[in-house]
């Protein structure tokens, strides 16, 4: 059963003398929440107050109710009694009683407890939020399975191709290129190490991998069957180092 505070048991006895006497109570809703719950005060939403409060009549089971309720709370030795309890003014019921009133009034309906987002608007849930909870799951990706697949084979470096020196001429391992020394430069070598270093980099990744080298020379200098014509360097396409 209920358990009113003082505070609403007050407001009841105030609202059945103004019922009993013709008149009715402007109360807040969140006052009279547990009060609509007991089934013992109707209200009419479209009767409101200045500052916003609206107004309430007693059902017939209001009374019985509220002696009920009164002998619990002296029982329970509460210093507050309905005979003590002060008496709201009473507030004269319109002429053309609210339908929502006459119907009670009348025994023709037994008061409805109205809906929680009625009564107290506040509590009333946000539209937002009620669209979240029920919103639709997100689709799930199509997801397949399979085997065989094979990655795109990796573009050369454009570098590669672009270079002043035929790297990508020596085919296989031992193939070389010569560059002679001019009067402009008589040590190649010093420009071609980092001709070198950067192929080596671009090339690094390819399958299979190439990998060069460089070696100073001088006129006569022999390399195997090789001789050198003039002092210059020779690039040599040679193994990749393994990687430790």
């Not at 573009?155 to 020596?170: A, Q, W």
């Amino acid at each position: 059963m209920t358990k009113l505070t003082n505070q609403e048991l007050q407001l009841l006895e105030e609202i059945i003398v103004a019922t009993n006497t013709g008149g009715f109570v402007y109360a807040s809703l969140t006052d009279t929440s547990n009060l609509v719950y007991a089934g013992v005060v109707e209200f009419n939403s479209a009767m409101k107050s200045e500052d916003g409060k609206v107004a309430f009549r007693a059902t017939p089971a209001a009374n019985a109710f509220l002696a009920e309720k009164t002998d619990e709370a002296n029982r329970e030795g509460s210093p507050w009694s309905v005979a003590e309890a002060p008496v709201a003014a009473v507030t004269p019921f319109p002429s053309t009683v609210p339908a929502a009133f006459a119907a009670v009034a009348s025994g023709a309906v037994t008061p409805a407890v109205q809906p929680l987002a009625e009564r107290i608007p506040a509590m009333a849930a946000p539209a937002v939020a009620v669209a979240a909870a029920v919103a639709e799951p997100a689709e799930k990706p199509l997801v397949s399975i399979g085997s065989g697949f094979v990655p795109p084979a990796k573009k050369r470096s454009s570098l590669v191709g672009s270079r002043r020196y035929p790297f990508m001429e020596l085919a296989a391992v031992g193939d070389y290129f010569f560059v002679g020394a001019t009067q402009d430069e008589p040590r190649p070598a010093r420009k071609i190490r980092s001709s070198v270093s950067k192929t080596n980099k671009d090339c690094a990744e390819l399958q299979p991998r190439r990998y060069f080298t460089y070696y100073e020379a001088v006129a006569g200098q022999t390399f195997g069957s090789i001789v050198a014509p003039t002092d210059g360097v020779y690039v040599v396409r040679i193994e990749p180092p393994v990687a430790e």
